[in-house]
């Protein structure tokens, strides 16, 4: 597989056991590949020295966001900076920050574990942003959160995209095609379809048995692993 990650969002999406997780975590350096290299911002990461350095640059958030064991959502959001190299002075201003960009400045003082799933994981990708990276690695992001949750933290990954590659995995066609510049569909470890969401969704409509219960998008995603899968 080769892939080279750009400005804007990339979605990926798969079957269970397709290989999303296992991309996810080879580009997030949260694991090594066994075959293979990963370059960041042009720097081969061969060896753990590198793997830290490089992290720098990478925001990664794993699907289950786990709220750190500290009082108030601030500080969560400092620790995660200082964890990312961002100096002491300055942890305090990045966190602030960062919440102002997720929309939590009003529960900066809150005990981080009163917070509702949708707001855990935007406090999660508060922590992920803090540094300012260049390459956002989610997970999931919009996994086990409500229809209106969902819909902001599709507003919030546009806006992100401005200033970073944004790769996220999920199961969900619909915030794909909502909110994605570039679409992989992978299954078995192998790229099955790359390209936009309207060749996926003019793929969709000439489906010779079309779901009218599914999206344009949707139909394309079934017709591929129905028809165009290795």
């Not at 590949?33 to 958030?61: F, M, W």
């Not at 995660?80 to 997720?102: E, P, Y």
């Not at 949750?149 to 992100?160: N, V």
């Not at 998008?217 to 899968?229: D, F, H, R, S, V």
């Amino acid at each position: 597989m080769d892939l080279v990650l750009e400005r804007g969002i990339t979605g990926v999406l798969g079957p269970n056991g397709a290989g999303k997780t296992t991309l996810i975590r080879l580009l997030a350096l949260d694991m090594r590949p066994k075959r293979g290299s990963v370059v960041i911002n042009g720097t081969p990461v061969d060896d753990e020295t590198q793997a830290r350095k490089c992290r720098r640059h990478i925001g990664y958030l794993p699907q289950r966001f786990e709220v750190m064991n500290l009082k108030t959502v601030q500080a969560n959001v400092e620790f995660a900076a200082w964890a990312h190299g961002v100096s002491a002075a300055a942890c305090n201003k990045a966190a602030a920050d960062a919440l102002a960009k997720v929309g939590l400045s009003d529960r900066a003082n809150s005990r981080a574990f009163t917070l509702s799933g949708g707001m855990r994981q935007r406090l999660g990708l508060a922590c992920v942003i803090v540094h300012q990276p260049d390459i956002l690695i989610l997970d999931e992001p919009t996994v086990g959160i409500d229809p209106v949750q969902r819909s902001q933290m599709r507003r919030l990954l546009h806006d992100l995209a401005s200033d970073s590659a944004i790769l996220l995995s999920t199961h969900l066609v619909d915030d794909v095609a909502h909110i994605c510049d570039r679409v992989l569909i992978i299954n078995h470890g192998v790229v099955e379809f790359d390209g936009t969401i309207p060749t996926l969704e003019q793929i969709g409509n000439h489906r010779q048995h079309r779901d009218i219960h599914a999206s344009a998008a949707e139909n394309g995603y079934l017709e591929i692993m129905e028809n165009y899968a290795s």
